[in-house]
């Protein structure tokens, strides 16, 4: 992911608590301040979303989205990149997720290019704004 924004926060749990929040894409909209909808479209067998269609509506970005996800083996991390969009070129995003102490560091990075010309400054105080609440989101869901 080239040009992208990366934030870690430490949330105390154990990984696997934090990913099974993670994967749970459908119930995003519950937990995700910038998620309106999320439906999942196509899982893999394990029941882990392959395909999802998420309603974002941000302050700066109001858009629906497919999104196609990479889960490794080791569910250590999930990686997702942009299928379709009217707003968006591209959407390139990943968390990483390290044990630490009795709880977890989570890596969230986002990379994100507009169909329609911005500021630098202003993409990346956007691409800050998503990470970082969408981290906040997740502490508060997963420790709540």
Not at 47 to 74: C, F, H, I, N, Q
Not at 126 to 136: G, S
Request: overall charge negative; glycine content about 4%; aromatic content about 6%.
């Amino acid at each position: 992911m080239a040009d992208k924004t990366a934030q870690t926060i430490h949330i105390e749990a154990d990984p696997r608590t934090v990913m099974d929040v993670i994967a749970d894409i459908g119930a995003y909209p519950q937990w995700v301040s910038e998620y309106t909808q999320a439906e999942v479209m196509e899982a893999d067998e394990e029941g882990y979303p392959k395909v999802a269609r998420l309603v974002l509506d941000a302050a700066v970005l109001r858009d629906t989205m497919v999104l196609r996800y990479d889960w490794p083996e080791d569910r250590t991390s999930v990686r997702w990149s942009l299928v379709s969009s009217s707003l968006l070129k591209a959407l390139d995003g990943a968390y990483t997720l390290t044990p630490s102490g009795a709880g977890t560091d989570v890596t969230y990075e986002l990379a994100v290019d507009l169909t329609v010309p911005m500021i630098g400054l202003l993409k990346r105080k956007a691409e800050r704004r998503l990470t970082e609440t969408a981290l906040k989101d997740l502490k508060k869901r997963v420790e709540g």
